[in-house]
């Protein structure tokens, strides 16, 4: 009769010593999670602690994949938090920030987006005035006031172009912030009643057609 062979990365295959260091990494990796829950620990705390018992863990499974989830099942170890955690590869806390910035990236583009629209419509409506005043009705009055259109857009911009500079994706933020900055600093230069030129019209509404769907796209790519 034939005996049967372990498999080298089955859990009764690891020797005990190493199956302590195992079961004592995840351990210290579920207190750590509950503690973190329960607001015991700092998320600063959290964060370095997390950290190191990732690394620990990642050099063991670099060596034998999976061996934490089959320690666990072998053994039926209690540690959903700590299984989780090693899934996901970073610290909650890391990912709560990712999931904030990617909340406010959200928010900035729709923003963004009524900003861009408002200032093509009021370009293709032929509006040209800096700050348009007069008999037109209030919305068309405040959709004509170019200035104020193109600021509020630029600094939109800005605060996207930050937050994208952070995940290092932040080129086609900064391309339309440089070419719609320079309108905003010509038309700073010209008093409210200065007219644009028809030719400059029609470049700032197609400079600013241009930087929306760049933006657009790159975000689209990005996503």
């Given at each position: 009769m034939e005996s049967?062979?372990?498999?080298?990365?089955?859990?009764?295959?690891?020797?005990?010593?190493?199956?302590?260091?195992?079961?004592?990494l995840l351990q210290a990796l579920e207190h750590l999670?509950?503690?973190?829950?329960?607001?015991d620990v700092t998320t600063k705390e959290y964060n370095e602690e997390c950290t190191e018992l990732l690394s620990l863990c990642h050099i063991i499974e670099e060596a034998t994949p999976n061996v934490f989830e089959k320690i666990a099942k072998e053994y039926d170890v209690k540690c959903?938090?700590?299984?989780?955690?090693?899934?996901?590869?970073?610290?909650a806390s890391s990912t709560m920030k990712q999931q904030s910035s990617k909340n406010n990236e959200t928010y900035l583009m729709f923003e963004l987006?009524?900003?861009?629209?408002?200032?093509?419509?009021?370009?293709?409506?032929?509006?040209s005035l800096v700050e348009e005043v007069g008999t037109l009705s209030l919305i068309l009055k405040y959709r004509s006031q170019?200035?104020?259109?193109?600021?509020?857009l630029v600094a939109s911009l800005s605060c996207l172009q930050?937050?994208?500079?952070?995940s290092g994706n932040s080129q086609a933020a900064t391309s339309a912030l440089e070419k719609l900055g320079?309108?905003?600093?010509?038309?700073?230069?010209?008093?409210?009643?200065?007219?644009?030129?028809?030719?400059?019209r029609r470049q700032l509404a197609m400079d600013t057609e241009a930087a929306y769907g760049a933006l657009k796209v790159s975000l689209r790519m990005q996503g």
């Amino acid at each position: 009769m034939e005996s049967v062979q372990e498999e080298p990365d089955s859990p009764s295959s690891i020797d005990v010593e190493r199956a302590a260091n195992i079961y004592s990494l995840l351990q210290a990796l579920e207190h750590l999670e509950q503690s973190f829950v329960s607001g015991d620990v700092t998320t600063k705390e959290y964060n370095e602690e997390c950290t190191e018992l990732l690394s620990l863990c990642h050099i063991i499974e670099e060596a034998t994949p999976n061996v934490f989830e089959k320690i666990a099942k072998e053994y039926d170890v209690k540690c959903p938090l700590a299984l989780n955690r090693l899934k996901r590869g970073a610290p909650a806390s890391s990912t709560m920030k990712q999931q904030s910035s990617k909340n406010n990236e959200t928010y900035l583009m729709f923003e963004l987006s009524e900003h861009f629209i408002t200032l093509v419509d009021a370009l293709k409506l032929g509006c040209s005035l800096v700050e348009e005043v007069g008999t037109l009705s209030l919305i068309l009055k405040y959709r004509s006031q170019l200035y104020p259109l193109i600021h509020e857009l630029v600094a939109s911009l800005s605060c996207l172009q930050k937050l994208l500079s952070e995940s290092g994706n932040s080129q086609a933020a900064t391309s339309a912030l440089e070419k719609l900055g320079e309108w905003r600093s010509k038309l700073e230069k010209m008093a409210a009643y200065d007219k644009l030129e028809e030719t400059d019209r029609r470049q700032l509404a197609m400079d600013t057609e241009a930087a929306y769907g760049a933006l657009k796209v790159s975000l689209r790519m990005q996503g």
